[in-house]
Antibody
């Protein structure tokens, strides 16, 4: 059974960088045709797809984040990460990592989510 | 971006009632639509993929239909454990987007 778990600081100061890691267990992060996604949820904007890393090496990002996002993979630790620069209070959200199986299923496995608050 | 509009935003129904949620896309998305269930404090759970394909283990009282711009999610007989917020999500093109959600209560 695949499991995902987000980790990282729960509090980030405005203008700084939000960094989160998703650890995947129960399967290899590079074992199939997977996309590894980050999604966030706020009461105001609902669920927002942030971006994804495809195991073959490409990335896709939501243009709404204005180029502030980087998603990368660490296959040796079976993890992938999110970096969001120049954060503001509007980036306060519950952040989820999730898996997509290319051509089959979007977001079939999710982490439990982590609340990140942007505040001084 | 292609927008998804869900209606209603909330509903209240009795146990055993048939519940219907509509998801309307701002452009034709063929059948590239999923449905998720989210309970309070939990991550969304994929219930239906590609408009009408039930995920393994999901009760058969849940179903989906539609194509193009109008999609329907149905709970044929509402159960207490179905209290949740339901979201549609499209994947025909990037960026991937979700509907605004429909909160289902028991009357």
């Amino acid at each position: 059974q695949v499991q995902l778990q987000e980790s990282g600081p729960g509090l980030v100061k405005p203008s700084q960088t939000l960094s989160l890691t998703c650890t995947v267990s129960g399967g290899s992060i590079s074992g199939g045709s997977y996309y590894w996604n980050w999604i966030r949820q706020t009461p105001g904007k609902g669920l927002e797809w942030i971006g994804r890393f495809y195991i073959r090496g490409s990335t896709d990002y939501n243009p709404s984040l204005n180029g502030r996002v980087t998603i990368s993979l660490d296959t040796s630790n079976n993890q992938f990460s999110l970096k969001l620069i120049s954060v503001t209070a509007a980036d306060t959200a519950v952040y989820y990592c999730a898996r997509t199986v290319q051509g089959l299923r979007e977001f079939d496995y999710w982490g439990p989510g982590i609340l990140v608050t942007v505040s001084s | 971006d292609i927008q998804l509009t869900q209606s209603p935003s909330s509903l209240s129904a009795s146990v055993g009632d048939r519940v219907t949620i509509t998801c309307q896309a701002s452009q034709d998305i063929s059948r590239y639509l999923n449905w998720f269930q989210q309970k309070p404090g939990k991550a969304p759970k994929l219930l239906i993929h590609a408009t009408s394909n039930l995920e393994t283990g999901v009760p058969s009282r849940f179903s989906g239909s539609g194509s193009g711009t109008v999609f329907i999610f149905t709970i044929s007989s509402l159960q207490p454990e179905d209290v949740a917020t339901y979201y549609c999500q499209r994947y025909d093109s990037l960026p991937l987007t979700f509907g605004g959600g429909t909160k289902v209560h028991i009357k």
